[in-house]
């Protein structure tokens, strides 16, 4: 079965209906007695189930979807381990282990080398992160991954051209090349300011919702240089 893994790596839903039993945003000893009810019930799917409930609170509570993600690995599935692993470095992200997380994006990749019709956020996933934390022994990996990993269509989305203009505008100005950072900044701010996604019936699909975040405000500032250093710039 051809399977193009697309979606993040949690599948997070807003809503709660009664098939949704796997996507608890929270995280209480009733609410695992619940869901440890009914996977033993499933038969077929419970790999994926683990794997999903992990994904909804690998930043609420790490260690409970670290351990749900390991419970996944143990049962031997191979159907969603990218997005496993993403789940997994989201998580270690939230414990504050940057180089774990680093480590499970380079797996998820790894496999998705072996395995092309998988494809997760870790193409981008990974190259935020390196911006974000300036992992300089990174970038050259980083912009490798911005460059071969993406077509033309991938870019569809604001949020996709966002995070990817908006990665290389941060590596590329830690790097000293300033001109090349501010066009990727700009063209980053560009994609943040767009109200719609290009799809007719998903008009609220892929937005940047907040680019108010320390990424956002270091895109801001590349595109946006300080009135002093314009007039250094005079002198």
Not at 122 to 148: G, N
Not at 194 to 205: A, G, I, N
Request: some cysteine; overall charge positive.
């Amino acid at each position: 079965m051809v399977r193009r893994e697309t979606v993040g790596c949690s599948g997070k839903r807003s809503s709660m209906g009664r098939d949704d039993w796997y996507r608890n945003t929270d995280w209480t000893p009733a609410i695992e007695a619940a869901f440890r009810a009914k996977l033993k019930r499933s038969r077929t799917m419970r790999p994926q189930y683990l794997q999903i409930q992990a994904g909804q609170i690998a930043s609420s509570h790490p260690e409970v979807a670290l351990a749900l993600i390991d419970e996944y690995f143990e049962t031997g599935d191979d159907f969603v381990v990218p997005s496993a692993l993403c789940t997994k470095a989201e998580a270690m992200l939230a414990l504050g282990k940057v180089q774990e997380a680093l480590d499970a994006y380079r797996q998820a990749l790894a496999w998705e080398d072996a395995h092309p019709n998988f494809i997760t956020t870790a193409r981008i996933d990974l190259p935020k992160l390196v911006a974000e934390q300036r992992i300089e022994s990174e970038y050259d990996f980083a912009l490798d991954i911005l460059t071969t990993r993406f077509k033309a269509s991938d870019h569809q989305f604001p949020s996709m051209r966002y995070y990817w203009n908006g990665s290389c505008a941060l590596i590329t100005h830690e790097r000293g090349e300033v001109a090349e950072a501010k066009e990727f900044a700009d063209r980053a701010l560009r994609a943040a300011a767009q109200t719609e996604s290009p799809f007719r019936y998903h008009r609220s699909v892929g937005i940047v919702k907040d680019a108010s975040d320390e990424f956002g405000t270091r895109i801001k500032r590349i595109a946006k240089p300080s009135k002093l250093r314009s007039l250094f710039r005079l002198i």
